[in-house]
């Protein structure tokens, strides 16, 4: 009893700024005086109170000159909000409340546990700092480092080295990193690399936040999103993994792994459950098409979805009188389809004209009733049905009579759909100079105007954030002094459409294309690739062709020019040209020895000319065809020129470097 109320008259002598020791509890205390300081030893079941924090352990040594408490076996720190320290070993200041907890350190507040070999810990300001290694565990989320500062108030905890965070959702890698348990949102201080869905999803970045309840991802310096396949890099990055969107500036590079396509651009906006995306600021994309690489560039870009249109198809048999009187608007194509050029110049804006340039299937009704047939020939084979009108009515005014099956028309089954460009965009170009906080929200639907007594009234259109259909092919649109460059094709216009169903480039306003020494122009011009290589061009109205004859200074040049124009390409190598109908052509005519012999000055309803080696072998002529040869010394040459002819090499693009500049 004598000894246990040593310490009691000790501590009266502490100050009063002091926190005074109490020991609530021990079965045994002796006192030491030596050189260095008062020393009292207490054992088993020692109890120690400061304030409103209590120590647990087997023994205790109080050093009353240093205010220093060593603490031994079943060491337990408990305070009153409910936070707990165990540990094997304590080393204790108690004027400054600094403990230094050794062996199996356990610190939890009943929700978050951080366990480390050892550990210093603030009793007053609840923080906690471990340099041998320590993990946290909060509900189902773990995190290991090899050095750490936790805050018990704030829950914010700093992880150096090795960090890792383990979540059921994601998984974090870092070499500095700060976390929040109770918001669970992460602050990056060094290379990290945050893994969602198995994989299908990583980010990284050096800096920026990440929150991990709402799958929020703003990253500042240069970042990087890996989305299913899909690649995005810049300068900052902004990522909402609820909404799907995302939100890149400043160097960025967007990468579409299944289409081998990238983009370049300044700025980007991507709707990932949509499949939208915008990019301005010298944007430029690049498709790889086997050996060659096609390049894209213009002021805005933006690619979405393509939607299904259904087919209505006629019932039973076809119409003689359909047969006998097909629609004036319509062109055929040597690939089998009809174009619609009435459609195309009714269409009143950019979006309606790339839908209205589509294919149509061959064999049209009226009323955009259409089928897909198909006659037998002499020999049984099944062809399209073609120009020659007057075969294929001969067959079809038989249909009254019992025939043979060659003398019958087949109708092919066609599907119920085919995949169109939509009207218009489904999400407009956000404001950008809104707060990140906006933009970072589900995409806001468009708003239409409704007059209400002469009020316009702005109402929400249905959202549009629902997931896209995941198997529709992408269609691309790019606006405004638009660029094409490959070392087979390069190009100008005001703007460019690409519909990877049928792989289908449309450049429409003022198009101009280059095809090695050749200048084609029209209203519009379609480009057909197939394996990523140029099939064929078709132009529906206006068509000319420019082709530079020997040199430049001698300004001479072929011209072919009429309403519509048809090209095959193979290897992207031009082999012919079919132009119809108001066809004109001059043709500086060569011998074998590649001298000149005379200009070719002819007209005709078609026009159907032949290349070999990039040079004109042979043009055919049919129907109504006018031909004047005049010698080269007596033509006037300044003055051979057709209506249309214009030549603009200038405008060429002459590499891939011009278009990022």
């Known amino acids: 009893m004598l000894a246990a109320s040593i310490p009691a008259n000790g501590q009266q002598a502490d100050t009063a700024d002091k926190i005074k020791i109490h020991i609530l509890n021990n079965k045994f205390v002796t006192f030491t005086h030596t050189d260095t300081g008062e020393f009292y030893r207490f054992i088993g079941d020692v109890v120690m109170q400061q304030g409103t924090d209590t120590l647990y352990c087997d023994s205790l040594i109080q050093n009353k000159t240093s205010n220093i408490i060593e603490a031994f076996g ?17 080393r204790y200041t108690s004027d400054k409340k600094l403990a230094y907890m050794h062996g199996n350190v356990s610190l939890t ?25 320590g993990v946290l565990h909060n509900d189902s989320t773990t995190v290991t480092s090899n050095t750490g500062i936790y805050n018990g108030r704030t829950k914010d905890a700093r992880f150096t080295g090795d960090a890792v965070i383990i979540d059921p959702k994601y998984k974090i890698v870092s070499e500095d990193l700060e976390y929040n348990t109770e918001t669970k949102e992460t602050k990056f201080y060094a290379k990290s690399t945050v893994t969602s869905d198995s994989g299908k999803t990583i980010l990284q970045t050096s800096n920026g936040t990440y929150d991990g309840k709402l799958g929020k991802a703003h990253f500042v310096g240069h970042s990087s999103v890996w989305d299913d396949g899909e690649y995005i890099e810049g300068d900052s990055l902004d990522y909402n993994k609820l909404t799907g969107y995302g939100l890149g500036n400043g160097h960025v590079i967007s990468i579409d792994t299944a289409h081998h396509s990238t983009l370049y651009c300044g700025h980007v906006e991507y709707f990932h459950k949509a499949r939208v995306l915008w990019a301005t600021i010298k944007p430029v994309m690049e498709q790889v098409n086997g050996k060659d690489t096609l390049y894209l560039a213009g002021d805005t870009m933006y690619t979405a979805p393509m939607v299904k249109e259904k087919i209505v198809m006629t019932k039973g048999k076809a119409k003689t009188d359909s047969l006998q009187k097909l629609p004036t608007n319509l062109k055929s194509d040597t690939a089998g389809k009809w174009i619609d050029i009435k459609r195309i110049n009714d269409a009143k804006s950019l ?25 037998k020939d002499s020999s049984n084979a099944t062809k399209p049905l073609s120009d020659n009108v007057k075969d294929t009515t001969n067959l079809a005014t038989k249909k009254n009579k019992q025939s043979s099956a060659k003398d019958t028309i087949k109708l092919k089954p066609a599907p119920d759909f085919r995949w169109v460009v939509p009207n218009g965009p489904k999400y407009r170009k956000m404001d950008t100079t809104k707060s990140i906080t906006i933009a970072l929200e589900a995409p806001q639907p468009e708003r239409k105007k409704k007059r209400r007594k002469g009020i316009a009234v702005a109402e929400p259109v249905a959202d549009t954030a629902s997931s896209a259909d995941t198997t529709a092919p992408m269609y691309f649109i790019a606006w405004n002094h638009v660029k094409l460059f490959s070392d087979s094709l390069q190009g100008r216009c005001d703007s460019i459409c690409y519909t990877r169903s049928d792989s289908t480039i449309r450049m429409i306003s003022a198009p101009i294309a280059w095809a090695h020494n050749s200048q084609i122009t029209g209203d519009t011009i379609l480009l057909y690739l197939d394996s990523n290589h140029l099939r064929s061009m078709y132009v529906p109205n206006n068509a000319m062709v420019v082709s530079q004859s020997g040199p430049a200074k001698a300004k001479l040049f072929d011209q072919i020019q009429g309403r519509t124009l048809t090209a095959h390409f193979k290897n992207n190598e031009i082999t012919d040209m079919l132009v119809v109908p108001d066809a004109e052509c001059i043709y500086y005519s060569k011998d074998e020895h590649e001298a000149y012999m005379g200009v070719n000055q002819s007209k005709s309803v078609r026009m159907h000319i032949f290349f070999e080696d990039r040079k004109i072998i042979d043009i055919k002529f049919q129907q109504d065809v006018h031909q004047t040869v005049t010698p080269l010394e007596q033509a006037d040459l300044p003055g051979m020129k057709l209506s249309r002819f214009k030549w603009r090499i200038y405008d060429r693009p002459k590499s891939k470097e011009e278009l990022f500049k």
Request: aromatic share 10%; charged share 20%; hydrophobic share 25%.
């Open 351 to 375: 979006t309606d004209t790339m839908l209205k340039a589509s294919p149509r299937p061959m064999g049209p009704e009226p009323d955009s009733l259409y089928f897909v047939g198909y006659v």
């Open 74 to 90: 079943n060491v337990r720190i408990a305070q009153q909000d409910g936070t707990q320290g165990k540990s094997e070993y304590l």
């Open 109 to 133: 507040d009943g929700k978050n546990n951080l366990q480390s070999p050892d550990l210093t810990y603030d009793l007053g300001t609840k923080v906690g700092n471990y340099f041998n290694g």
